[in-house]
DNA sequence: ATTGAAAATGAAAATCGTTTTCAAATTGGA
DNA sequence: TCCAATTTGAAAACGATTTTCATTTTCAAT
């Protein structure tokens, strides 16, 4: 029972991922794919991205638009990492903080939830909004 | 220049969202309100949601699955409140904390950030789900 | 009470991101 | 080489939401 075959589409969408500095939506993967190879399909794309978060090898979170993004999960897997998302431009800023740290362990033991926090979002106001 | 008129559509609508414990989705409510008037349309329930949204009356969040989810502003106005999502099961739970408070004030200070406490959902694994 | 312009309605069509279907092509072990 | 399992990509299906547009409703001015 073999569950997976080596393709050219997988290994060019994988390395094209690597070479993600953050997050990236399938939209963005599949028009940077598309600069060097115009055959690849899309659903090929989706397909390869949720095989990915499957595997864990990448950390799904949605954004407040409703599309998800990805990130290679070795880059986030580190505590205390989450995203800072501005609701008013819209801009997304990575944080890493021990004060979410502190956090996940008020909820792990007041409230028996174990948190990701790969997949932390906070909504506000950036700086130069809030002026 | 008007710029809104009182119709029975809005007043059912305002009312139905009123009588939600919780957080709805715009399916949910349209369903609700359904039974008590069919004529209504799904057209005029996201209008008025929107409608809702943008005068800050309904707090909007999106869930994992992307469909986003409403609440009553006033229900969840008060500081330390966000939701706790099971990525395993989809419970979500309601939490009321002061460690939020320490973490809104960090990003305040040290990250210039103005967090609006009502939209935070953290996801994770229930307990349950880690039995 | 009548008028009329602004606003709201609902059905249908359009849109957007994503998933499913399916026939054809590819993979890799026998 | 052969062949079954897997992968591919185009097209169709899908579900949630928005847009379009003709019709109806609201409400202030008359």
Redesign the pocket.
């Known amino acids: 029972?073999?569950?997976?075959?080596?393709?050219?589409?997988?290994e060019l969408i994988e390395r094209c991922i690597k070479e993600c500095e953050r997050e990236f939506?399938?939209?963005e993967l599949f028009a940077r794919l598309n600069k060097e190879?115009q055959?690849?399909?899309?659903?090929?794309?989706?397909?390869?991205v949720?095989g990915l978060v499957k595997n864990h090898a990448l950390s799904k979170s949605v954004e407040s638009d409703?599309?998800?993004h990805y990130r290679l999960a070795e880059k986030c897997e580190h505590s205390g990492h989450c995203l800072l998302k501005c609701e008013s431009c819209g801009k997304l800023t990575h944080t890493d903080c021990d004060e979410l740290n502190v956090l996940s362990k008020h909820f792990a033991n007041k409230h028996h939830f174990e948190v990701d926090q790969k997949d932390i979002t906070i909504y506000g106001t950036c700086e130069e909004c809030r002026m």
């Open positions: 029972m073999r569950d997976s075959y080596k393709t050219k589409q997988k939506t399938v939209k190879d055959t690849i399909g899309l659903t090929t794309v989706y397909r390869a949720n409703g599309v998800p």
